[in-house]
């Protein structure tokens, strides 16, 4: 199965600061059809996870626009352009190029 | 607004079997492809399988076949089993329902996720 690496994976960030997150995987995630086959979910404090982006560089529904994905082929981004204190949580990558999908560790963002 | 409810027992005993239901309320069962996840502090979040109403399914092979997801419609709920459990199998385990376009990617909608414990 696929593997996927997160660094860090621990990140403490000064809201209004940018923050990044690295997700590389064991194979490609380049799909056929041109997309790249990843998401980004983030499991804030005592709930789900909840989907961020898909498909490497889509907004989910309702997500905010200071958080870009970015990234192809094994190596991959999240980007939150200004942290805001509501940003706190373990962030998880995931691909879904393959049966079984696997996830990243996580990354849990806290506030310095 | 869709809602996904997990439940069943929350205590399991070593060998036998896991049983849980995820109720689905606001949308329907007979469309879009539906999941269980589970999570655990030595895994992390781990993919167990999908079903879709047709009832085509697909699971991690990690399970071994101990695992076995079914469908409900006219409950409009779906259901997980997991034979000859271990300690291994202790997690908060959640439903989820995939993406428009997607079979087990695009998670948008997760139920709260139930603890299993399995001990004897």
């Known amino acids: 199965e696929i593997v996927m690496t997160q660094f860090p994976l621990s990140l403490p960030v000064t809201p209004g600061e940018p923050a990044s997150i690295s997700c590389r995987s064991s194979q490609s995630l380049l799909y056929y059809n041109g997309n790249n086959n990843l998401d980004w979910y983030v499991q804030k404090p005592g709930q789900s996870p909840q989907l961020l982006i898909y498909l490497a560089s889509n907004r989910a529904s309702g997500v905010p626009d200071r958080f870009t994905g970015s990234g192809s082929d094994t190596d991959f981004t999240l980007t939150i352009s200004r942290v805001e204190p509501e940003d706190v949580g373990v962030y998880y990558c995931?691909?879904?190029?393959?049966?079984?999908?696997?996830f990243g560790q996580g990354t849990k963002v806290e506030i310095k | 607004q869709v809602q996904l409810q997990e439940s069943g027992p929350r205590l399991v005993r070593p060998s036998e079997t896991l049983s849980l239901t995820c109720t689905v309320s606001g949308g329907s069962t007979s469309s879009y492809y539906w999941n269980w996840i589970r999570q655990s502090p030595g895994k992390g979040l781990e993919w167990i399988a999908y079903?879709?109403?047709?009832?085509?399914?697909k699971y991690n092979p990690s399970l071994m076949s101990r695992a076995t997801i079914s469908m409900d419609t006219s409950k409009n709920h779906f259901s997980l089993k997991v034979n000859s459990v271990t300690a291994a199998d202790t997690a908060v385990y959640y439903c989820?329902?995939?993406?428009?376009?997607?079979?087990?990617?695009?998670?948008?909608?997760w139920g709260q996720g139930i603890l299993v414990t399995v001990s004897s």
């Open positions: 079903i879709y109403h047709a009832g085509y399914t």
């Open positions: 989820a329902r995939a993406g428009v376009r997607a079979m087990y990617s695009e998670f948008d909608y």
């Open positions: 995931m691909h879904t190029v393959e049966t079984p999908p696997t």
